[in-house]
């Protein structure tokens, strides 16, 4: 059996091999609390607990199985589907097999695909996860590449939240340096806003978003 | 109605809410400890031969393996107990798991409930950590949340029924005023639709006010094989319908995101299996994660036609005095959304409505009930329907 070989290589930064070891479940703080305690609000008892605080973290490596090419392309700014040779159906962002019964979970075929599509629908993010905090707030689209039968998850840049519809045409594109993250490819509007929302609900959502800024400039400083 | 496939004795529910100092096989213990005193002919170890508990992640106690932890909290080793997961239908599925337990002969009484403690961190990271029922790396990796998600779905609603942030707001007003009634409900907060308007928006077009709350808690129920019932209590609750389905785990390989393709399904198994048209059930409860995802029930549930929730809320017909009263628990939106314990706490709902212990929110005469769990982004979905036993 031929051993495993490297095709391309990029090694994490040397600062990340402690990340794992940084906190070692030590407990580094608590607090020792007389709180209310009982199922019911009308019969509660004051009650003693302690509360620790113990940093952990983990490094993941994982791979990208048999989709592998779809961030191999990312890697190369290129964004590829796959198809189905039986039904035809194309997938983006990609399946190895294809979802229909009658075709059996045929292998599908990689296809590169155009550079544009529809925004199906979306979102304006006022809240994240840890990791995206800073960018809020963002606009989230589902967008149909042109010719796929699904659609494709990414950020739309380039445009105001309160002019964003469905249907929109978007242009997608890459990142300056792709690392092999699905967040390598973002949407651009291809045209003027649509400008079918009321103006009233667009003046709403500005008002909405403003403390938004203001929470991420303070916290953030940007 | 159909004949029983399994019966609710007994059923207990933990406050819900931020439940500091406690754990979670704690808090099951507090849901269990009121099942069991609910049910004086129920000696515990001696009858109930089973566990079954939904819960979603080991990552807010970093604490695998649950099963044998709480049958030994709640007093029941060396009974097999069983830990399900399916995200916010985790308990969901417990029922069901528990319901086939029963149908098979391998158990004639179990404890089937759920658990989730999840106030302990830090809001951004129950966000990621809900986050990994969505599709990772292809949804998770670009920000994206459940609120996010759920907002997707809404503002294609929108585009295309032209359901608006006004019927959306109904929907968690609604819900505000059913949790005044509930003692055990997490928050007791009464709202106006302009509050739910100006509130701060978590993934535009769903506000702060559209979304459920981060709960500690749980819920159980005794299910026993259907001839066992009146060995127990006088006032039996019979699961006569039950259907489940599934979808992709993204939202992004659906055919349409506008409709809950899953909960239709299981609905459909679920009514032909109990032989209860839609228009026979008194009370229900839906999984209103967020207030789009009541509307979406409404109409894959059959209570309108698809596209007709938002008017179903302005009509008012859902509200508690309402032709279909929909979560009278508060739903997750006031009562809490713990969401291993979800799937059983609608289900401890319905056993109060129907057994006529519902209190201050009891929907009168109530005989047929109905719970809709699902899990992600709907990429599971659980129904269930209730009668009364006389």
């Known amino acids: 059996m031929e051993p495993d070989k490297v095709i391309k290589e990029k090694k994490p930064d040397s600062k990340w091999s402690e990340w794992g070891r940084l906190g070692k479940w030590n407990v580094v703080g608590y607090k020792i609390i007389e709180g209310n305690k009982g199922p019911r609000p009308d019969k509660l008892q004051r009650a003693r607990y302690m509360l620790v605080n113990r940093p952990w973290d983990v490094m993941y490596e994982h791979s990208y199985g048999l989709v592998s090419r779809f961030f191999e392309g990312l890697l190369e700014k290129k964004l590829l589907g796959t198809k189905c040779p039986k039904c035809g159906d194309v997938f983006c962002p990609p399946r190895a097999h294809c979802w229909r019964n009658r075709c059996k979970l045929a292998e599908t075929e990689w296809v590169e695909m155009p550079m544009h599509g529809i925004l199906h629908c979306f979102t304006v993010l006022g809240f994240a996860g840890e990791a995206f905090l800073s960018d809020l707030p963002f606009i989230l689209a589902y967008v149909r590449v042109e010719g796929a039968n699904t659609l494709i998850a990414g950020r739309l840049v380039g445009m105001d939240p309160e002019d964003v519809e469905c249907d929109m045409k978007v242009n997608i594109k890459f990142v300056e340096h792709p690392s092999g993250n699905p967040m390598d490819i973002y949407f651009v509007p291809e045209g003027p806003p649509l400008d079918r929302r009321p103006a009233e609900e667009k003046a709403r959502m500005r008002r909405q978003l403003e403390p938004i800024r203001t929470w991420v400039k303070e916290k953030f400083g940007r | ?390």
Not at chain 2, 216 to 232: E, H, M
Not at chain 2, 300 to 313: D, N, S, V
Request: charged share 20%; hydrophobic share 40%.
């Open chain 2, 1 to 390: 109605m159909a004949k029983p496939l399994a019966t609710i004795v007994s059923a207990g529910l933990s406050k819900f809410g931020v439940r500091e100092g406690l754990y979670a096989r704690e808090l099951f213990a507090e849901a269990a400890s009121e099942a069991f005193e609910r049910c004086p002919n129920l000696s515990p170890k001696k009858h109930i031969d089973g566990l079954f508990v939904g819960q979603m992640s080991e990552s807010y106690e970093h604490q695998a393996h649950i099963a044998p932890m709480i049958a030994d909290w709640v007093g029941l080793l060396p009974a097999p107990a069983y830990r399900t997961e399916a995200a916010c239908a985790s308990s969901g599925i417990a029922l069901r798991c528990a319901i086939f337990a029963i149908q098979s002969g391998m158990h004639d009484i179990v404890l089937v409930g759920g658990v989730e403690k999840m106030t302990n961190r830090p809001t951004a990271i129950v966000t990621e950590n809900l986050g990994m029922a969505s599709d990772f790396p292809l949804e998770q990796w670009h920000g994206i949340t459940f609120p996010g998600i759920f907002a997707m779905m809404a503002t294609a609603h929108m585009a295309k029924y032209g359901t608006t942030e006004e019927q959306l707001a109904k929907v968690a007003v609604k819900n505000h005023e059913n949790g005044m009634l509930n003692p055990k409900a997490h928050l007791q907060k009464k709202i106006t639709v302009g509050d739910v308007l100006a509130s701060r928006p978590v993934a535009w077009p769903l506000k702060l006010y559209d979304c459920s709350l981060i709960s500690d808690g749980a819920s159980c129920l005794v299910l026993t094989n259907p001839k066992l019932a009146k060995k127990f209590t006088d006032t039996p609750v019979h699961i006569v319908g039950s259907g489940q389905a599934q979808d992709t785990l993204g939202l992004f390989e659906r055919d349409d995101i506008t409709t809950m393709n899953v909960t239709k399904l299981a609905a459909k198994d679920a009514y032909e299996m109990a032989r209860i048209r839609v228009g026979q059930i008194d009370v229900a409860e839906v999984h209103d994660c967020f207030t789009i995802a009541e509307i979406m029930a409404y109409e894959a549930l059959g209570f309108c036609k698809q596209g007709e929730g938002g008017r179903l809320i302005d009509d008012g017909v859902t509200k508690m005095n309402g032709k279909i009263p929909v979560n009278t628990s508060g739903g997750l939106k006031s009562k809490g959304h713990p969401v291993g314990a979800t799937g059983t706490a609608q289900a401890c709902e319905i056993y109060l409505q129907l057994t006529g212990e519902a209190g201050k929110r009891q929907v009168k005469g109530a005989e047929i009930g109905l719970t809709q769990n699902i899990g992600g982004s709907a990429s599971t979905a659980v129904v269930q329907i209730y009668g009364r036993g006389d």
